[in-house]
């Protein structure tokens, strides 16, 4: 899995005065939030895949350390790929469930899960703060219909979830690894389409976007060469932006500097003979 736990910060802690509080140095190997995420759920239970992501080791905000800490334990989940999960228990409902991969700080998530309660969001991630930033939303804004995953996204996949189970998958501005050596590490390819569309159900949505444009392209490629998959634009090609996909600060300065964002809509079919998922 990630590498993504975070390194202790060293401290000042030479008090000037009887009674100085002192805060607490964790030791090593010591948990950052020990409620909260683990930093490798999955550990060394399964073969190290080639990685889609790129951990991000930023900074987490007090707030976010506060959400981490009390929230985990009710709306956060650790793939560690050990059990089949119920998604109706998860929610507490048996609503509709789309899973979001990568979810960076989690407004657009947030927004989406407010325009639309009747829809479940799994929105599953590696970056801390972000977990802990959408986690805050999710509170302030009274969105029970979000849970937050932390881990691999493949494992999840493969591991713990149930046949059919997901009624949509939304991938929204992937890591395109730009370098040609690195574009085995891109997530939308033959395999993972086939262990997603055995995930869906017929009729679920495929819901990609990005703004480079040679990953767009081979998206496109890879969607409508897939057996398990049709696109929802008559003629093919890509889909204009929907409207329940929010334009977030970040495609926007995007778009001001001339990038191109392409979305793309594909449906499950249904069931048919599928290409191994390996």
């Not at 929105?123 to 972000?130: M, Q, R």
């Not at 029970?144 to 149930?162: H, K, Q, Y």
């Not at 793309?264 to 390996?278: A, S």
Request: hydrophobic share 35%.
């Amino acid at each position: 899995m990630s590498d993504f736990h975070h390194t202790p910060e060293a401290e000042d802690a030479s008090p000037h005065a009887a009674g100085t509080s002192l805060r607490h140095v964790r030791a090593k190997g010591e948990p950052r939030f020990p409620d909260g995420p683990k930093a490798d759920p999955a550990g060394s239970h399964f073969e190290r895949r080639i990685r889609s992501f790129q951990p991000r080791r930023s900074r987490v905000t007090t707030g976010q350390a506060d959400a981490l800490q009390r929230l985990w334990p009710v709306w956060g989940l650790d793939i560690d790929g050990q059990r089949l999960i119920d998604l109706a228990e998860l929610f507490g409902n048996d609503r509709p469930v789309v899973l979001e991969i990568g979810f960076g700080m989690g407004e657009a998530t947030a927004r989406m899960a407010a325009d639309d309660p009747g829809t479940n969001i799994l929105a599953v991630d590696v970056h801390t703060p972000g977990q802990g930033n959408l986690l805050g939303l999710a509170e302030r804004k009274g969105l029970s219909n979000i849970r937050v995953g932390n881990g691999d996204a493949i494992i999840l996949l493969r591991e713990m979830l149930a046949p059919d189970s997901l009624d949509g998958l939304r991938v929204y501005f992937p890591d395109p690894w730009p370098k040609k050596r690195h574009h085995k590490r891109r997530l939308i390819q033959p395999e993972f389409l086939s262990l997603a569309a055995a995930r869906l159900a017929p009729g679920a949505v495929v819901h990609c976007a990005t703004d480079w444009e040679p990953y767009a392209e081979q998206m496109l490629e890879v969607l409508t060469a897939h057996p398990g998959f049709e696109n929802t634009v008559p003629g093919g090609g890509f889909a204009p932006r929907p409207e329940h996909r929010p334009l977030t600060r970040f495609e926007g300065q995007g778009l001001d500097k001339g990038h191109v964002v392409n979305d793309l809509l594909f449906r499950r079919v249904q069931h048919k003979e599928l290409p191994p998922t390996g």
